[in-house]
């Protein structure tokens, strides 16, 4: 199981260089969301030749609950989804602070804090 490493933070009408990262098929990973709780931007780029999902873990905070969210990514392209931190965000153990992200295929990700 890796770590993605860092995230992006942005501001309001600041420009920045996004932080990327290769996701390995079918292994999880674990993407930076320590601190409050915010809004955070996720791309999957999916430059293979065919689709894959996305699988993200509900945390085990307060605010989490229901299930596991699963989308595709078709090959070739790029799918962005926003999310809450305090419904995926791990609080405890290992991976305290961290959101995990399992994908089916192999893609690059970028995980954007978001300005509040």
Known sequence: ?????DKTLLKLN?????????STANTAFYAD?????????????NAGES??????????????AGD???????AGATAGIVVDSAYFKIMSGTYKGKIKI???????????????
Request: no cysteine.
């Open 51 to 64: 689709s894959g999902n996305v699988t993200i873990a509900v945390g085990d905070g307060a605010l989490a």
């Open 14 to 22: 600041e420009g920045k260089a996004l932080f990327s990262a290769a």
């Open 33 to 45: 969301a320590d601190g409050g709780d915010y809004k955070m931007l996720l791309t999957f780029a």
């Open 1 to 5: 199981m890796a770590s993605l490493g």
């Open 68 to 74: 596991d969210l699963t989308f595709a990514v078709a």
């Open 102 to 116: 399992t994908t089916s295929a192999a893609m690059t990700v970028t995980v954007v804090e978001l300005p509040q």
